[in-house]
């Protein structure tokens, strides 16, 4: 079928428009259109690439997270290395480098840098032929890293075509170029705090290892084998400088960020030019005072001569250009001594090595136990029991053991041995392909049915009143429980009697099971614990399905059309309701009256408006409010984006105030936010 003119017209100008709305959005923080709006300029151009799918483009924004999963990475090699650079830790070490700059170009007067704050993050390279986002690679080696252009596509801030920016738009300081033929340009992708804190908060819920910190973070996401997962991650960039460039010519390192702007290419708003040794050492001050309250982890700055002219006469070392040095800001360690090495067993059966530490102050935080991720990082870092390790934590990151003291050791330490049998049922250990953690493949593990009944009754879930882990744990030990079922199966007399049950508890806690039966989908979709399923998933799910039945039958094909699930996700459900042990259990449950609500959208108040919370509130737990919005047809998020109409704010509000304000989203207190729920 021929394609009409009109309709390649109306394709290419679609294309424009949402790439320069992504542009408003993602890199200035300044949408001028509504969500609605925007959804119907891309299911116009996915409806006109359907029906013509001759039209497909790789830059169309519709192919941002159009990739299958890849069994593993190809390799991409940089044409210019993208080298690492020497490091700087005080203010000595700072004016030495400006001193050996002076002394290779034989000047005397001050030296033009230009600062910018050290992303802790992952650096990448973005290759554009004729402005066409080409592919992309992580930094590697160096000399070649792996090809991660389908992940970095799923990146809103990295524009799939440069230029396409109104000069209304720009910047004041935006240079305008024209496009060169071939662009290497290299950035750091980098995951808020904010989005670390909600990843994190997703994964204690599914019982899946704590990413350490941000880098680590967003090092894993962009490294997913299936796009669809990275996509689900809010990655961020910043874009900070070029390999090899053909067709347009630059002086000095600033008019390459300033045409970075005009090319629409996001460029870190901290970054300054400053003369001289002593202004960089006063914006190397300022940025250490700003550090704990940017919206993500810097760990120092980057500086760099300004003048290009200059970088070939200074050359370069080995594996580091003379013209550049990060300075860092000093970390926050202290040194313990590391006593043993546990193993937890969470309810997906993941096996964690934990540090068990003299207890030491970190930013003013006792330390007692530390992750140490999994066994690998173990022989990585050469750790042993018994040695004298140095410990970090920043701001909510969880503590890591970051290395060990080999010269404090006295012989007596002993080397860790990963046992290959879980350490609570003996199972033997399984290696997950692809996967650093070993997990234990017993379902009927009793630190995993432990820790998934305790999932199970958990307020999200199935929020059973009164049945914390104290009495999970107490009931386990009776035997009054084996399973998730056998809670709608107590009776009063099983409880009288027990520890911590006074007169009228067992009749009370009786009732609440009973109440708990009468539960939404959604809410027992995420209770039952399938892996990758947290609460966002668990309500696709029942969207989709509406009832329980539905679900249990569905196929890997019907699960995988759901936007938000990806195949590993669909693997994990099918997986799940394949196994008759799951099943059997369900029709327990159902069987004592357990009956899930089909899914249904609630009529109320609140409906067609998006709430998040941020800051203390009075009234009730940040859970109850939450509920509450749901319960009368609201919907709730965990960030703030242009998706979202309401931001609550409680007693000292984080960030998420400051992102409202800057999009101009509507900000509420408590008691506003109770007179529109009618509790005033």
Same mark, same amino acid.
């Given at each position: 079928m021929k394609v009409p003119e009109e309709v390649k017209r109306r394709v290419e100008e679609l294309r424009r428009e949402i790439e320069y709305h992504n542009y408003r959005y993602y890199v200035l923080d300044s949408p001028i259109i509504s969500d609605a709006e925007y959804d119907r300029l891309m299911r116009e151009l996915q409806q006109f690439e359907e029906k013509y799918p001759e039209l497909i483009t790789p830059d169309s924004p519709t192919q941002r997270v159009g990739a299958k999963p890849l069994d593993r990475f190809p390799v991409m090699k940089h044409s210019i290395p993208m080298l690492s650079l020497d490091d700087a830790f005080n203010e000595e070490e700072a004016r030495e480098f400006d001193k050996r700059i002076k002394k290779l170009l034989e000047v005397t007067g001050e030296i033009e840098y230009v600062c910018e704050p050290k992303m802790d993050g992952l650096a990448v390279e973005i290759i554009y032929e004729n402005g066409i986002f080409l592919k992309g690679g992580t930094r590697g080696d160096g000399y070649e890293g792996e090809d991660v252009s389908n992940n970095l596509k799923t990146i809103k801030a990295i524009p799939l075509k440069l230029g396409l920016i109104k000069d209304k738009d720009l910047p004041k300081d935006a240079v305008k170029k024209g496009i060169p033929s071939v662009l290497e340009v290299r950035g750091e992708v980098f995951m808020t705090k904010e989005e670390f804190k909600r990843i994190n908060k997703e994964r204690e819920k599914e019982g899946e290892p704590l990413f350490a910190n941000p880098r680590n973070a967003a090092s894993g996401s962009l490294r997913q084998l299936d796009p669809s997962i990275t996509a689900s991650r809010n990655l961020d960039i910043y874009f900070y400088g070029i390999g090899r460039c053909e067709g347009v010519k630059f002086s000095t390192h600033e008019e390459i960020l300033k045409t970075f702007k005009g090319w629409g290419l996001k460029v870190n708003p901290l970054i300054k030019k400053v003369n001289g040794i002593d202004e960089v050492i006063e914006y190397h001050n300022e940025m250490g005072k700003k550090r704990e309250d940017l919206p993500y982890e810097i760990d120092g700055i980057v500086v760099k001569v300004n003048n290009l002219e200059y970088y070939e006469k200074l050359g370069q070392k080995t594996r580091s250009p003379r013209w550049a040095f990060a300075f860092k800001f000093p970390p926050t360690q202290e040194v313990t001594k590391l006593l043993d090495i546990v193993l937890q067993v969470g309810r997906t059966g993941a096996i964690t090595p934990v540090a068990i530490l003299e207890p030491v102050k970190v930013s003013g935080v006792v330390v007692k136990k530390a992750t140490l991720h999994n066994p690998d990082e173990i022989k990585r870092k050469g750790i042993k029991i018994g040695d004298y390790v140095v410990v970090q934590r920043a701001g909510d990151v969880i503590p890591e053991v970051v290395k060990a003291i080999p010269e404090r050791r006295t012989g007596k330490e002993k080397e860790f041995v990963m046992p290959d049998r879980c350490p609570v049922c003996g199972e033997k250990i399984y290696y997950p392909p692809d996967e650093a953690i070993p997990r234990c493949p017993n379902i009927n593990?009793? #630190?995993?049915?432990?820790?998934?009944?305790?999932?199970?009754?958990?307020? &999200?879930?199935?929020?059973?009143?009164?049945?914390?882990?104290?009495?999970? &744990?107490?009931?386990?030990?009776?035997? +009054? %429980? /084996?399973?998730?079922?056998? %809670?709608?199966? +107590?009776?009063?007399?099983?409880?009288?009697?027990?520890?911590?049950?006074?007169?009228?508890?067992?009749?009370?806690? %009786?009732?609440?099971?009973?109440?708990?039966?009468?539960?939404?989908?959604?809410?027992?979709?995420?209770?039952?614990? %399938?892996?990758?399923? *947290?609460?966002?998933?668990? *309500?696709?799910?029942? #969207?989709?399905?509406?009832?329980?039945? &539905?679900l249990m039958k569905a196929k890997y094909e019907d699960l995988i059309e759901i936007e938000g699930i990806g195949?590993?996700?669909?693997?994990?459900?099918?997986?799940?309701?394949?196994?008759?042990? &799951?099943? #059997?259990?369900? #029709?327990?449950?159902?069987?004592? *009256?357990?009956?899930?609500?089909?899914?249904?959208?609630?009529? *109320?108040? +609140? /409906? !067609?408006?998006?709430?998040?919370?941020? !800051?203390?509130?009075? @009234?009730? @737990?940040?859970?109850?409010?939450?509920?509450?919005? /749901?319960e009368l047809g609201g919907e709730v998020a965990s960030s703030v984006s242009k998706k979202v109409d309401v931001v609550v704010v409680g007693k000292e509000p984080g960030s998420k105030l400051e992102k409202a304000k800057s999009l101009g989203i509507k900000t509420i207190s408590e008691e506003e936010f109770l007179k529109m729920i009618g509790k005033k």
């Open positions: 593990c009793p #630190q995993k049915i432990k820790e998934s009944i305790k999932h199970f009754t958990s307020r &999200n879930a199935m929020d059973i009143e009164g049945l914390g882990k104290e009495r999970v &744990n107490l009931f386990i030990e009776k035997g +009054l %429980i /084996k399973d998730m079922a056998d %809670i709608f199966y +107590l009776k009063e007399e099983d409880l009288i009697g027990l520890p911590g049950f006074a007169e009228k508890a067992p009749k009370k806690l %009786i009732e609440a099971i009973e109440t708990s039966k009468d539960v939404p989908l959604h809410r027992f979709i995420y209770a039952l614990g %399938i892996r990758n399923i *947290g609460e966002h998933a668990a *309500g696709l799910l029942a #969207q989709k399905f509406k009832t329980l039945e &539905n195949p590993e996700t669909a693997r994990c459900v099918v997986e799940f309701f394949s196994s008759e042990r &799951n099943i #059997q259990m369900i #029709q327990k449950m159902l069987k004592a *009256g357990v009956k899930p609500k089909p899914y249904e959208k609630k009529e *109320g108040k +609140l /409906k !067609g408006l998006t709430f998040v919370f941020t !800051g203390a509130l009075d @009234s009730f @737990s940040r859970g109850e409010a939450e509920k509450i919005v /749901k």
